[in-house]
């Protein structure tokens, strides 16, 4: 078989970067001094490695994330936020995702919750876990909308599917009884199947006022709580008056 037919079939069982690097390999003599085995290793590892890093990258962009520059290697650790950066890292192994356990980040605006979330969204994806971030206020229009088309059984399917779900502004405005019965169902689907991350200003002592009634709010609360890591952001950056949003868009600014 010739050069370019084997080229052409690799490219025709979708392996371009196996093609790309058998022909890097034709075209170096000095691959011929090494072993069959181990050229043709490095071939598999090449496309391997290529597969990875573009469903990594397909991942986070379905993620949707609000801050997808966000890394947890980034996290601000400023002594008055009172974030232990051993329990951040030790989160980041999402081990919690394999345990179907859940994360609550509490802060107020600006305290840095999105970010850390989204920090920890990144390393579920890297780590080939189905993400999704969305606000609340978002996912109870989609909710809505869904209702009304007839689509909420597909919906929820589909939120069943995400292996971490990132609610963002959780309970930022007390629910309508028809929205706190919707979100129940897709809480209720993912207890104990998957893993969510809730981000309030609010602490959780003070949730059930969000509710219009007490037996809704136990019921979804009771399948929070009790399964939840919880981080308090108690920091803003006071000495130059910004949020840490600001303070990461300023970090990455000068990194440019």
């Known amino acids: 078989m010739s050069r370019q037919a084997t080229i052409d079939k690799l490219r025709e069982m979708r392996l371009p970067k196996m093609a790309e690097a058998f022909l890097v390999q034709c075209e170096d003599p000095k691959m011929n001094e090494i072993p069959f085995e181990d050229r043709l290793g490095f071939l598999v590892d090449t496309e391997f490695s290529s597969r990875r890093n573009n469903r990594k990258s397909r991942l986070i962009h379905l993620a949707n994330f609000d801050q997808p520059q966000a890394s947890i290697h980034d996290v601000n650790y400023t002594a008055g ?4 950066r051993n329990d951040i890292e030790s989160l980041a192994q999402c081990n919690y995702i394999t345990e179907c356990r859940n994360i609550i980040i509490l802060g107020s605006t600006g305290s840095g919750k999105s970010y850390l979330a989204c920090a920890f969204g990144m390393e579920a994806c890297k780590r080939d876990y189905k993400v999704k971030y969305i606000r609340l206020p978002e996912l109870l229009i989609e909710m809505a909308m869904a209702k009304g088309d007839g689509t909420f059984t597909k919906l929820l399917k589909q939120y069943k599917k ?5 609610i963002d502004e959780w309970l ?28 309030s200003q609010f602490n959780t002592q003070g949730w059930h006022t969000k509710f219009p009634e007490a037996p809704i709010a136990e ?14 952001i108690l920091y803003i950056d006071k000495e130059h008056d910004r949020s840490m949003r600001e303070y990461y868009s300023f970090k990455n600014s000068n990194k440019s």
């Open 81 to 84: 936020r009172k974030l232990d």
């Open 162 to 166: 995400y292996q971490l779900l990132i």
């Open 172 to 199: 930022l405005i007390s629910l309508k009884e028809t929205e706190a019965r919707d979100l129940l169902e897709i809480i209720h689907a993912r207890t104990k199947k998957s893993s969510t991350i809730f981000c």
């Open 219 to 232: 019921a979804i609360l009771d399948r929070i709580i009790y399964n939840s890591h919880i981080i308090e």
